[in-house]
């Protein structure tokens, strides 16, 4: 057995890089006369840079050639039932006459809700000058663009006549064929277009600092080439600096309404209509508030693993993770209050079919699907009342897939329990998804594994020269509190003399 | 950063002095003005009598014959003081947020103004005082309708569990309750921290912080439910809650501005509160505009979408006659165009006379808003309701509420004198 240990141990514990594997420091103890170090274990410029360029630089290892293969076989899947979709029809799907939309909107939804992370890293929280941003919004964003492409992909198969998906742009036609404007649908299509382009820049613009640091460290000319036609001729200049953190700060100020405006707009879908359970007004904030929840809660699950295999756990430190559980439970608690909310008015309005489609929710025929819902997303996510849980990388990996599922099922129960069972009883249906549905879901998934996977492999994992400028602050302070602690010993030992 | 900058206090005028004083001086003219004017033109419009036959009467109306309608349709001295009630109100809760909000956060820059938001805070104890008159039979029967609702009334009827006198007078206990032991535990664990200096008590502030927060969010939602929703019993909206959030701590960070403002000019916090946190105090109030305006437009957006009766009746009443919907176009255009247009420049949030002239836009919104909330349903929409009794009771209460900031902010520093973030703050600067 301890042999078969050692023969795995390269496969186990499967670094990515030359990195030597970093200790667990914990800096998350609070003091309130005090900041603590973002960036653990001696770090300087130069090993910060090192790190993070190896991931890209050395060959890569078993592990990533594992994780990769396993995600692109996964994204196989789409492959295969992409086209018998297109070539069958929705008739492959197990959408029924009450439950038009299935597995494909709430996929959908979920994505789009995964893909609000990012923004809101790279955004609001540097509008809030919350600097251990600076270790996850790479990533974050990263994950946020290759969610959006996930999501973007269900409406145009889920249209049934995917040649037609690009009637959804309003191009003009001799036909004199527009989309109806008055639709959220439609609405969707701007917003979420919208987000990808900003979101894709935004990733873009923050990474070109780092992009010329690969350019500059290139040994062979393909990546000189590539690297130097990415990094766009940056030389690092004073006035480039200017400029570039000017226009970062006009994005993050045009991306900020973005993070609440996407997701908005994807629960008017549900809710400018007069179903039961979809029709309530607290949808907006409580949409945002779900997206933001499962888009750190993704974000955990990649980056717990991913600090481990590629030795960053000086760089994405606990802190970082513990702050990413804090936002975790507190969006976990805004989306319980608007459960609270939603269940609360159903009664409080007294329209009956409003109160039997959220009793019908808990103990209807999807009560399991709700009770999954709950525990998963209210219940699950209170752990982290408790720091020892919220510090420990086991409890918040299993968290974060907990809430991975909780928002999935999410979706699910609002998508279809409301339909399946609404107005007309008479017309009322069991939705069971087909094998197309599952395996469609499950190349997605797959689909965005592997663009991580090539986002690991080819481009910086961390944002370098933000980290570099939080390891400045560091110094400096540091400095100064040495100056402050010194004059204080001074002062007690001149006070002692006097005695 | 400001790296290594220190500011001097030794020569800060910290402390409110004689200030205290004019404050109280200048409050009570406001609440003797007040009182006087709401007496005076009260008796004129017959506020303080002939309300009970008429009440009796319009409900003989509507067992008999007329509608039956969730709301009271019969003007009383009550809307008025209501809508200034709940002005001040939310206002003092949105104080209580900001400083549950610094500490959960452990904020840095926010810590020179805690001091001021921890003795607004403190005003809700005034508040409750101001809400005793609301809640005695006669009034409440003035404003609520499912105090006594129209026998047939089977809306009301499915939730007379939930509105009814006794359990409503409980829940307002539990509401304020809530409010004002927080509101005191933290504003004493900070003055008794400017004499002790102990750190400890920060951690213990920040630890609580979070129960602070969720408990807050539940009451001022069923706050904003009770005392407000339900002056339509048949009406419903889930996002109502978040609205009325929305408004404290919009309205909170404009009295905030104000007040250091105020204190400036008198030459207290002079040095303290630099440009850089009134600049910041002014992106408060943008980034709360735009919260406040896509709540408003989420609620309205839905409800006019599907277009459902008992849903889009609140907003018909509002914009059926031409005050109301002028009224409703002050809000889409006043509470969010104008402020959201005036403080996107940094140059207007640093400089004072700016932010001061946005702060109180800002408050005449919000007062606006509430106006909006209770008003509308008199005489079921059909008649603008204003008097000058409701500019009268505006004056008095906000009289009473300056008194009740000037004790709450004597006696002590205005600054958290000993807070261990007190040096990043003074240094802080916006990057």
Not at chain 1, 397 to 418: K, L
């Amino acid at each position: 057995m301890k042999r078969l240990l050692e023969a795995l141990k390269p496969i186990l514990r499967p670094e990515l890089t030359g990195n030597a594997e970093s200790p667990e420091v914990d800096n998350t103890a609070y003091s309130p006369d005090s900041r603590v170090d973002l960036i653990t274990g001696g770090n300087d410029n130069t090993t910060i840079t090192d790190k993070v360029c190896s991931i890209v630089e050395d060959k890569p290892t078993i592990g990533w050639w594992g994780f990769f293969l396993l995600a692109f076989s996964v994204l196989g899947l789409l492959g295969i039932f992409v086209p018998f979709l297109i070539f069958w029809g929705v008739g492959t799907w197990g959408v029924n006459n009450p439950v038009g939309w299935g597995y494909a909107i709430v996929n959908f939804v979920f994505w789009v809700g995964i893909g609000h992370a990012g923004t809101l890293i790279s955004a609001i929280l540097f509008l809030f000058r919350q600097k251990w941003r600076t270790s996850i919004n790479r990533a974050a964003e990263a994950m946020t663009i290759f969610a959006v492409i996930c999501a973007g992909m269900f409406p145009g198969i889920h249209v049934g006549r995917a040649w037609f998906a690009y009637w959804m742009f309003p191009l003009p036609n001799q036909m004199e064929l527009w989309p109806n404007f008055r639709s959220p649908l439609l609405w969707d299509v701007f917003a979420v277009g919208t987000y990808f382009t900003v979101s894709l820049l935004f990733w873009y613009m923050g990474m070109i600092p780092d992009l010329a640091t690969l350019r500059d460290r290139a040994k062979n000319s393909v990546r000189k080439i590539a690297y130097g036609a990415l990094s766009l001729g940056w030389t690092g200049s004073n006035r480039q600096w200017h400029v570039y953190e000017r226009s970062y700060l006009l994005l993050a100020a045009l991306a900020t309404p973005l993070v609440l405006s996407v997701h908005s707009v994807v629960s008017f879908d549900f809710a400018v209509s007069q179903v039961p359970g979809w029709h309530t007004t607290i949808f907006p904030p409580y949409f945002v508030a779900g997206a933001i929840f499962s888009g750190f809660a993704m974000v955990l699950t990649l980056l717990v693993p991913a600090r481990q295999l590629f030795g960053l756990k000086d760089v994405i430190t606990l802190k970082h993770l513990e702050n990413m559980n804090k936002i975790i439970m507190l969006t976990g608690m805004l989306v319980g209050y608007a459960y609270s909310q939603e269940f609360f008015m159903a009664w409080y309005g007294g329209v009956k079919v409003e109160k039997f489609a959220f009793i019908n929710r808990a103990f209807g025929q999807y009560a399991w699907a709700y009770w999954i819902m709950v525990s998963c997303n209210v219940l699950a996510p209170q752990i982290f009342w408790f720091k020892k849980m919220r510090t420990n990388i086991w409890v918040m990996f299993v968290v974060s897939i907990f809430v991975n599922i909780g928002m999935w099922f999410e979706r699910f129960v609002i998508t279809v329990t409301s339909l399946a069972n609404d107005y007309t009883s008479s017309a009322w249906d069991y939705y069971t998804p087909k094998l197309a549905d599952v395996m469609i879901m499950l190349g997605a998934f797959g689909l965005f594994f592997t663009l991580f996977a090539l986002f690991c492999r080819f481009l910086p994992f961390i944002a370098m020269s933000e980290v570099r400028g939080v390891l400045a602050d560091q110094a400096h302070s540091r400095e100064a509190a040495l100056a402050r602690h010194s004059s204080e010993a001074d002062s007690a030992s001149g006070s002692q003399g006097e005695n | 950063m400001r790296h290594g900058v220190t500011v001097d206090l030794s020569t800060e005028n910290r402390t409110l002095g004689s200030l205290s004083g004019k404050m109280i001086a200048l409050g009570t003219t406001l609440a003797v003005l007040g009182l006087i004017g709401t007496l005076a033109l009260g008796n004129l419009e017959g506020a303080f009598g002939g309300h009970e036959v008429e009440s009796s009467a319009a409900a003989h109306d509507a067992g008999s014959h007329g509608p039956i309608h969730g709301f009271v349709t019969e003007w009383s001295i009550w809307h008025p003081y209501l809508v200034s009630a709940c002005f001040f109100l939310t206002m003092t809760l949105g104080g209580l947020f900001f400083v549950l909000v610094h500490h959960i956060t452990n904020a840095g820059w926010s810590t020179v103004v805690r001091r001021l938001a921890e003795g607004v805070s403190r005003n809700v104890v005034l508040m409750a005082l101001i809400f005793i008159p609301l809640v005695f039979p006669d009034s409440m029967e003035a404003l609520y309708k499912w105090v006594h609702p129209d026998p047939g009334d089977e809306i009301i009827a499915v939730k007379s569990s939930y509105l009814n006198y006794n359990w409503f007078l409980i829940r307002l206990a539990i509401y304020f309750t809530i409010w004002i032991t927080f509101a005191w535990s933290y504003h004493r664990s900070s003055v008794a921290q400017d004499r002790d200096g102990d750190v400890q008590r920060s951690s213990r502030m920040s630890r609580m912080s979070p129960v602070g927060v969720a408990l807050f969010a539940m009451s001022v939602t069923f706050a904003g439910y009770d005392l407000l929703m339900s002056l339509d019993a048949h009406w419903f909206s889930t996002i109502f809650g978040v609205y009325i959030f929305a408004g404290c701590v919009l309205s909170f960070h404009a009295l905030l501005a104000l007040i250091v403002v105020f204190l400036q000019a008198n030459g207290r916090l002079t040095r303290a509160v630099s440009d850089e946190h009134m600049q910041d105090i002014g992106k408060m109030m943008f980034a709360f505009t735009v919260f406040w305006a896509y709540i408003a437009f989420s609620q309205y957006m839905l409800y006019w979408y599907a277009n459902i009766p008992e849903e889009t009746i609140w907003f018909v009443r509002r914009q059926s006659t031409w005050m109301w919907s002028f009224w409703s176009w002050v809000m889409v255009v006043g509470h969010f165009f104008v402020p959201f247009l005036f403080l996107v420049s940094k140059h207007i949030k640093r400089k004072r006379a700016t932010i001061a002239l946005g702060a109180l836009w800002v408050l005449a919104m919000h007062w606006a808003d509430m106006y909006y909330l209770v008003m509308p349903q008199i005489s079921n929409g059909t008649e603008f309701p204003f008097t000058m009794i409701d500019i009268t009771i505006l004056v008095g209460m906000a009289g009473i509420f300056i008194i009740g900031l000037a004790l709450s902010l004597r006696g002590h520093s205005l600054i958290a004198e000993k807070d261990p973030r007190m040096s990043e703050s003074l240094a802080f600067e916006n990057a």
